[in-house]
């Protein structure tokens, strides 16, 4: 069984950090692009962040970058999300999902595999 599993979320205060992991198992995503998505209460789920299969690209959406950065170790089967200078605005369900592609998409019906999502609460 294919399970992405995400974690590392909770409650931290503006300007703080954290480190969401996603660990997959039951295949390996190695030749996979990984995303970062997330989802603030009564609103659509939105695309954050995505790596391509070697971590050679990357991509961001405006609201995050420059605060976020996204990894991966293949070796581990595991994405990460780096977060930093966080803001209230950035609560929200993060998931990770693993693309079909290889190379870097943003599109959420791009992405097969999702996890079950991590809260992260910012508090001002």
């Known amino acids: 069984q294919v399970q992405l599993v995400e974690s590392g979320g909770g409650l931290v205060q503006a300007g703080g950090s954290l480190r969401l992991s996603c660990a997959a198992s039951?295949?390996?995503?190695?030749?996979?692009?990984m995303g970062w998505f997330r989802q603030a209460a009564g609103k659509e789920r939105e695309f954050i962040a995505a790596i391509s299969w070697s971590g050679g690209s990357t991509y961001y959406v405006d609201s995050v970058k420059g605060r976020f950065t996204i990894s991966r170790d293949n070796a581990k089967n595991t994405v990460y999300l780096q977060m930093n200078s966080l803001k209230p605005e950035d609560t929200a369900v993060y998931y990770c999902?693993?693309?079909?592609?290889?190379?870097?998409?943003?599109?959420?019906?791009?992405?097969?595999?999702w996890g079950q999502g991590t809260q992260v609460t910012v508090s001002s």
């Open positions: 039951g295949r390996t995503f190695s030749r996979n692009a």
């Open positions: 999902a693993a693309a079909s592609s290889s190379t870097v998409v943003t599109r959420g019906t791009w992405y097969d595999y």
